[in-house]
């Protein structure tokens, strides 16, 4: 339980301000003390150097569509994703991994340094590459290579009720919930439906 006493009085101020929690995020981490095993990837998949100029838009593709299923996801234009991510200044295309199966992606892992741990921004896997092992390879990988750049301490973000599984994929990666976050809400007014005469 990431609650500790000040959360419960936040928890209670917020409540009897009229706002309702409605969702869960956490901030997971794990911390490497040895070298991983190279992952297993599925069969017919591998993994390619990511190439940002030519490559970009179908890996924004790819993102978008993987994370279409995820709780508050809005479809994001191509260049604000580029502003995002691909033109950030600690923006390393050698920490971004791109599984294809021929010529389509089947997963992404978009990944980068934050304050001096490693940071798994965009863990993606297209519906039709899913429950094949594909993530936790992507995600594996990802691990392994910022412990062989030094890096031992690597953490992301997750909705807590995904549908799509990616808590247990995480905890079963030997992540851990290091924080969590509430998202509230409240209802100012009801709504109502404006009908315009013809």
Known sequence: NCMGLSDARSHEMHR??????????????????????????PDGVTLRPYQPGEQSRAVFEAVDEAFRDHWGHTPMKYE???????????????LSFVA??????AGVALCRLKSEIGWVGSLGVRRP?????LGLSLLTHAFAE???RGTQTIGLGVDAESQTG????????GMRVASEYVFYQKELRPGRDVVEDE
């Open 16 to 41: 009897n301000e009229g706002y309702l929690p409605i969702r869960y995020s956490w901030r997971m981490e794990i911390q490497l003390d040895a070298p991983l095993v190279s992952p297993r990837w």
């Open 80 to 94: 604000n994703w580029k502003m995002k991510t691909i033109q950030r200044p600690d923006f390393d295309p050698t």
């Open 100 to 105: 294809w199966d021929g010529n389509q992606i």
């Open 129 to 133: 590459w899913r429950k094949r092992g």
């Open 146 to 148: 910022f412990f062989r």
């Open 166 to 173: 990616a808590t247990r994929l995480y905890q079963r990666a």
